[in-house]
């Protein structure tokens, strides 16, 4: 496998990872980045430095990411990545201006028709609807992204999707720009949402998890997960479209 696969170029002829590229992005404005490319181990790193987390399960494989390197396996039963929220990344937070991303893959098509709830990544508060998720609902071939708020409601797209090679999830929300935008590849799915309101508290408890609902494994994302990585500040659709980008 050729180290290049592992390499961006950029405009200016500079080479650089992904991580590198996600870090450039963000610079700043830096929440979480697990890049759940660690090679062995149960410490989920925290490539932004503002608290690591463990994983439950999660298998390190060799060569599945989207630039050929390592991604983490979920089982689908009860494997989770845990990015124990109790750190810098909860208060760096902001429910009034941010950015998620992630990237996915399904164990094979099945999964799409498996008629069961599986998460690649959930972020919450102790209120029941604070929250952002990314989910694969238990309707055939649904993908869910998600922005809610207890005081204005959901904010949220659903889409049909059928692919079992790697896809990107972004969402975006602004307070100053009002409104909450999803992304899938890099492309708008769906209408701006007017933007929820803020939050009533920073993410706490145990549903901020990684590829399943709650810190138990319930719901687990069956298939490769890998990039997770949020920001404080709402992105423009190109730079969600280079997040987008390998």
């Keep these: 496998m050729s180290a290049v696969k592992h390499l961006l170029w950029r405009s200016n002829g500079a080479v650089e990872t992904y991580s590198q590229k996600v870090a450039r992005l963000m610079a700043g404005n830096e929440v979480f980045h697990y890049p759940l490319d660690e090679p062995s181990g149960t410490i989920m790193t925290n490539a932004f430095g503002t608290g690591d987390g463990t994983y439950s399960g999660a ?8 630039t050929g390197g390592f991604s983490r396996w979920f089982d689908g039963i009860n494997d989770f990545g845990d990015p124990v929220v109790a750190g810098a990344w909860a208060t760096a937070f902001s429910a009034a201006e941010g950015t998620l991303s992630a990237w996915g893959k399904v ?14 990544l959930r972020v919450q508060n102790g209120a029941a609807i ?11 071939n649904d993908l869910r992204t998600q922005y809610s708020s207890l005081s204005l409601g959901n904010a ?12 990107h999830l972004a969402t975006v929300w602004t307070d100053s720009g009002n409104y909450v935008r999803h992304l899938i590849d890099g492309v708008q799915v769906g209408s701006d949402i007017d933007r929820a309101a803020a939050w009533g508290a920073a993410p706490n408890g145990t549903k901020n998890v990684i590829g399943a ?10 298939g490769w997960l890998w990039g997770m990585a949020c920001m404080n500040r709402a992105a423009s659709d190109a730079e969600v479209a280079k997040l987008a980008t390998i």
């Design 59 to 66: 298998a390190a494989q060799a060569g599945t990411s989207p």
């Design 107 to 120: 164990h094979d098509t099945g999964v799409w028709t498996d008629g069961t709830l599986r998460h690649l």
């Design 130 to 140: 604070d929250l952002l998720s990314f989910q694969k609902r238990n309707t055939n």
């Design 156 to 167: 949220e797209t659903i889409s049909t999707v059928s692919t079992t090679g790697w896809f």
């Design 213 to 222: 609902f709650e810190n138990t494994g319930t719901q687990s994302w069956h």
